[in-house]
Structures are given as structure tokens and as C-alpha cells.
């Protein structure tokens, strides 16, 4: 299992534009893939739109990206690169 | 079928156009919740039905897509491929195959405790941009349902004649359907002025009456309807004389249409000679289609807002490029003044994350928001650049209230046309750029400025509003809103004199320049170019030809000493009855 915390950096949050370039980049490794949430019990499908997109998180929202699998350490490092870069906005 | 039906008249919200006559094609689409729950002890075939629907709402997705892609823009293409998304999302479907698998719930059940479900985390969250989202859920979650339970309800892809609309409201995803030859109206149970029905009927000259209520219930598929879109009447079952009544009206509306059109082909010039350019106002590309037909001779505003507004995300360079050249094609190199991004607070952009303020008339919006944003604005004005190698492009900068403005915006315009050029793109030549006089600040300072645009385009709406100090929706104080106050006047006065003596030109594209109780007086002051609505083009190219330029100029002389607005009302109404 790996995993790494990040920091939503966009400034509307995880709206469906970021969330749709998340589950992209997820679909593509076979590994399993959650968020959590920081200071909450949710757990999110890493995969699913609908998932992340009601999670409500805005800027400044700290997540766990955790994925368990074969590819887990490429997973993690992809979709955190991703968070912290804004998803290419601004 | 009734043989004896009494005559009814509903009332709604007329938005758009106006009398029609036809059948009504009543469009009830299967709702989730019409669905019994059951259970099954055929799981697997459960599992078979669901996995069939799925796949054949993908397919009729998919078409629509395309379907939209050609009729309504990009824009409201990305919404359905965002319903695409969800129909493969691990939270939608998989959860509908654990309802059958594990607890026995038939396929339809399935899909209804789902998407219920789903549709009602996104309703419950704090922005009414995730809420909205609910209903796109709604929306392929019904289609699914719908194909699942193979409902046979008319469908609004097999229309073949021409219809009035009765339905409860209207998605995009269903107008997307529609054959625009075939409807004459749209009725429905909800909606206002800004729905979303609203603005596709008044651009596609489709008549409207939304609003109605449970009234609608009464209306009977295939049964004859007599609408109108400005008055918001709605006759059911109509007597003999009410039809007649209506021909007529609708005879002497479409005469008046017609005679209005011969106005197409000719310029609006004075009896004594002197021409004004007619322009128009749009706020979409498709619009810019049947212009030159309506008679415009320009595009006066292209609002860029509607490209941001209808958006999910920050529209790319691309997409608004493919926008505005669409405009500029449209108006083959006739003049397409493009207005750069002007949205406030007062309009939610999700994306952008605007401060909720006190007083969003007066804080940071349009150019504001634009220069404190640059990667926003050079984005918008590299794909406005590139757009004017395919036409006769303008830009104007909205809400300029000074020098410092103006001269940012300016030197933001010559670093994204550097850059554009640096890198080997088409731009064509330079274009000409103006800026909106919104604001009295830069009312009072036309003579400068003058200097540095290369022209001007009063926003009379939000003039009056910050000169007279009044809110035009304040139902208290909306008696005070008036383009005829005497201060406005001396502003516009100013502003187009300043102008002639650095040699530019000033429009106006504020509803003013639509009034054809205003075009003595526009005519006196010199206007140049003359911005509105595509409806009202015609009625003023009837006027300013009945007009001589010399009478106007000694009217506008008098007009220009008097006191209040009342005055200059009913001094004009009697000018106008003199002239033939």
C-alpha cells in the first residue's frame, strides 16, 4: 500500500473539471485508488466522478491518495503531482 | 376524445415572440418515481435487461452529442458527455448490479433507489453548482430508465409536423431533439424568463409561454392550442370566434412582419442623406447566423459572457476562438465588436470562485476581474486575435472607469497579439479597440480618452444606473430609471463630441439605441452606430428614414434645455406623429 497527502491547490475546489482529469489519470492503473479526506471517516472511490465531486472539498482541502496494487507507487506519485500542480489551471 | 369541450384561458409567463396557432404535442418523459418497486427471482435476466439499456443509452449519448455538436455548440455538448461519464462512474451503475445481485431488486428498482440516491448527495451540498448537477444525473438516469422499461411515450425526436410543446420543463438534452422546423411554441408547467427554454425559444424566434402551472394538466395531446408568447395567454379548446380573433391578430402580426421586412435591404439614412450604422446585439455565435438577413449591418456587442456562463469549466483558447470566429464569419467582414468578459459577483461562475460582496455593481467584475486575472484575459484576447484573420473584428473593454484601465487593457491586448505573433500564429491585421462608457468617471472623461481608443460604445443601461444612482430591478425606485434624463443626456452628448473632434467614432448598444422614441434625438447628437436587439432592427431603419437630420439637430437643441425626462418623452412622441 502507498500513499501520500496533498493539498487541493485550484482555487473553485474539486469541480467536475479536476475530478474528470482525476479519474482519467486513476482509470489507467490497475490498483485500487482512495481519497481520504483529512479529519473525516469518508472514503472515496479514487475512480468515480460522482465520488469525488460530492466530497465537497474546496482550495486548501487536505487529502490521502492511497493506492493498493501493483502499480500502487506510480499511482499515487501521478495523482499527487496532479493535485499539487492545480490540474494545469490557472 | 370529448365532443363537447368549453373554451379555456390559461395565463403564463409570455417570454418570447407571439401568437401561434397549432396542435399540441403534450412530452411527458418517464419519471423515476412513477416506477413501482419490485423485487424478482431472475436476477441474472434483471442483470441482462439493465446491462442492455445501459448500453443503448451510451448509444443514443452518443448521438446526441453529435447531434449537438452541430445544432446547439459545444457548450451544451460537454454537458451530455459529462451524463457519459456518469452512466460509467463506479458509483452509478455498479451499485444498480449490487441491488439486483445481492438483494433481489429488479432492474427498474434499481435504477430509482440509485439515482435517487446519488442525485440526492449532489442536492444536498452547499453550492448550487453541485445541485445543479443533480439534475444532470436526473436526466440519464430517466433515459435509462426510460429505454429499460421500453416507454413508448412520445418522443420529441418523432415529431414530422408542426407542434406547440407542452411539457413540464424542458433540458437541453431534450431541445437537443428537436427539429426546429417543426415547433412553432413551447409551453411548460415551469420556468422564467432566464430559463434555459427561454433563451433557446427567443433565439431561435420560437414563441414561449412557460410558467403555466398545474393548469397545464388540461392541456390534451393533439389537441388544437392558441398561444402568445408576449402576452402569456393560452386558449384551450378555442371557439370559432376566439380562432378568428387570433387569425386576425396573427394576420395583421405577420403583415406588420413584412412590412418590416422590406427595412432589410435599406440603410438607415435620413431623408436628407445622412446614415447611421445599424447594428446588432448577440450573445451566442448561432445567433450571428440570420443576421445580415434581419438587416444588421454589424455586430455592435457580442457578449462573451453566455461562452463562460454555460460553461462547467474555464472555456479553453480553443473554444472560445471556434466562438468568436464563428461570429466573424458569420458577418462576412461586416464589423464584430467583441465585448471582453464582463460578469460579476451578481452571476455564479463556479470556476472562478467569485467573493461574495455587499455590492457587486461596484466591485470586482468585468475588467477589474480581467486585470487582476491575466491568464483569464490574455487567453480570451489571444482567441479574439486569432479570430480577426477571419473577419472584421473589434474588441471593447466594459466597466472602464479611467486612464489606468484603459491603458492596462490596452497594453495586456499588445502583449497577447506579441505573443501570438512570436510564436508564428494567423492574426491578421491590428484591430481596432474601443471601450463601453458605462461608467460617469469615464463619461466625464471622453475628451481624453478620445485620444487613445479608437472608439466608443455606450452601455446607456449601466449609465443611467451609476449617473442617476438608482437599481433598475428596485421596484421602489425604478421610477427614477430613465434614458431621458436630462444629466444622461449631456453625458452621451459629451461622449460622441469628444469623439468627433479626435476623429473616432462612438456606438451605443444600450436598449436606447433599440427605442425608436430616441432616434430623433440620436440622430441630432451624431451617433455613429446604433447597437440592439436583432428585433428591433427593422423598426428603427423604418424610423431614422422618415427623419431629416437638420429637424432633429434643432429638436435635440431644445430638447437638450429642458428639465425632466417626462418632458423630453412627450416633446419627442410629438415630433415623431409629425413625421411620415
Known amino acids: 500500500m502507498h500513499s501520500q497527502t496533498v493539498v487541493i491547490q485550484n482555487t473553485a475546489g474539486f469541480h467536475i473539471r479536476p475530478a474528470q482529469l482525476f479519474t482519467e489519470k486513476a482509470v489507467q492503473f490497475q490498483s485500487t485508488i482512495l481519497i481520504k479526506p483529512e479529519g473525516t471517516a469518508t472514503v472515496a472511490d479514487g475512480k468515480s466522478i460522482l465520488n469525488l465531486m460530492t466530497l465537497g472539498l474546496d482550495k486548501g482541502s487536505v487529502i490521502t491518495i492511497e493506492a493498493e496494487g501493483p502499480d500502487e507507487a506510480a499511482a499515487v506519485a501521478e495523482l499527487s503531482e496532479l493535485v499539487e500542480s492545480g490540474f494545469g489551471e490557472e | ?580
Open chain 2, 1 to 580: 376524445m370529448t365532443t363537447e369541450t368549453i373554451e379555456q384561458r390559461l395565463t403564463g409567463l409570455g417570454v418570447s415572440e407571439g401568437i401561434r396557432i397549432g396542435r399540441a404535442f403534450v412530452y411527458k418523459p418517464l419519471k423515476l418515481d412513477d416506477i413501482k418497486e419490485s423485487k424478482t427471482d431472475q436476477p441474472d435476466e434483471e442483470l441482462a435487461r439493465l446491462e442492455q439499456a445501459k448500453a443503448q443509452c451510451a448509444l443514443e449519448l452518443g448521438e446526441l452529442i453529435e447531434r449537438a455538436k452541430l445544432t446547439l455548440g459545444e457548450e451544451k455538448a460537454a454537458i451530455l458527455k459529462g451524463q457519459i461519464s456518469f452512466l460509467n462512474d463506479p458509483a452509478f451503475y455498479p451499485p444498480m448490479q449490487k441491488l439486483i445481485q445481492n438483494e433481489q431488486w429488479s432492474a427498474e428498482t434499481a435504477v430509482r433507489r440509485t439515482v435517487n440516491q446519488v442525485a440526492g448527495l449532489f442536492e444536498a451540498m452547499a453550492s448550487e453548482y453541485m445541485r445543479e448537477r443533480a439534475a444532470d444525473i436526473r436526466d440519464v438516469g430517466g433515459r435509462l430508465m426510460t429505454l429499460l422499461v421500453g416507454h413508448q411515450g412520445a418522443r420529441l425526436s418523432d415529431i414530422t409536423s408542426e407542434v406547440i410543446i407542452v411539457a413540464d420543463d424542458l433540458t437541453p438534452s431534450d431541445t437537443v431533439q428537436l427539429d426546429k422546423q417543426f415547433v412553432l411554441g413551447f409551453v411548460t408547467r415551469i420556468g422564467g424568463k432566464t430559463s434555459h427554454t427561454a433563451i433557446l425559444a427567443n433565439s431561435l424566434g420560437i414563441a414561449a409561454v412557460l410558467g403555466l402551472g398545474s393548469a397545464i394538466e388540461q392541456i390534451q395531446h393533439g389537441e388544437e392550442l392558441i398561444i402568445n408568447g408576449s402576452t402569456g395567454e393560452c386558449v384551450l379548446y378555442p371557439k370559432e370566434s376566439t380562432k378568428e380573433d387570433f387569425a386576425a391578430a396573427l394576420a395583421a402580426e405577420q403583415k406588420e412582419q413584412e412590412s418590416l421586412n422590406a427595412y432589410r435591404e435599406l440603410a438607415a439614412v435620413t431623408k436628407d442623406g445622412f446614415s447611421f450604422e445599424i447594428a446588432a446585439n448577440i450573445g451566442t455565435p448561432q445567433e450571428a447566423a440570420g443576421l445580415l438577413e434581419k438587416g444588421a449591418e454589424a455586430i455592435g456587442l457580442y457578449r462573451t459572457e453566455f461562452l463562460f456562463m454555460s460553461a462547467s469549466q474555464m472555456p479553453s483558447e480553443e473554444t472560445q476562438f471556434e466562438a468568436y470566429r464563428q461570429a466573424a464569419e458569420a458577418m462576412q467582414g461586416r464589423p464584430v465588436v467583441i465585448r471582453t468578459l464582463d460578469i460579476g459577483g451578481d452571476k455564479e461562475l463556479p470556476y472562478l470562485q467569485l467573493p461574495e460582496e455587499l455590492n457587486p455593481f461596484l466591485g470586482y467584475r468585468a475588467i477589474r476581474l480581467c486585470l487582476d486575472q491575466k491568464q483569464l484575459f490574455i487567453t480570451q484576447l489571444r482567441a479574439i486575435i486569432r479570430a480577426g484573420a477571419y473577419g472584421n473584428v473589434k474588441i471593447m473593454f466594459p466597466m472602464i472607469s479611467g486612464m489606468d484601465e484603459w491603458r492596462q487593457a490596452k497594453a495586456l491586448y499588445e502583449e497577447a497579439r506579441q505573443q501570438l505573433i512570436s510564436e508564428g500564429a494567423n492574426v491578421g491585421e491590428a484591430i481596432e479597440i474601443g471601450i463601453m462608457i458605462e461608467i460617469p468617471s469615464a463619461a466625464l472623461m471622453a475628451d481624453r480618452l478620445a485620444k487613445e481608443v479608437d472608439f466608443f460604445s455606450i452601455g446607456t443601461n449601466d449609465l443611467v444606473q451609476y449617473t442617476v444612482a438608482v437599481d433598475r430591478m428596485n421596484e421602489k425606485v425604478s421610477y427614477l430609471y430613465d434614458y431621458f434624463h436630462p444629466a444622461v443626456l449631456q453625458l452621451i452628448k459629451s461622449v460622441i463630441d469628444a469623439s468627433n473632434k479626435h476623429g473616432k467614432w462612438t456606438g451605443m448598444c444600450g436598449s436606447m439605441a433599440g427605442d425608436p422614441l430616441a432616434a430623433p434625438l440620436l440622430v441630432g447628437l451624431g451617433l455613429h452606430e446604433w447597437s440592439m436587439s436583432p428585433s428591433a432592427i427593422q423598426r428603427i431603419k423604418q424610423t431614422v428614414r422618415k427623419l431629416e437630420r437638420s429637424a432633429c439637430e434643432q429638436l435635440t437643441e431644445r430638447l437638450l434645455d429642458l428639465d425632466t425626462p417626462a418632458e423630453i418623452r412627450s416633446e419627442l412622441e410629438a415630433f415623431l406623429k409629425l413625421q411620415q
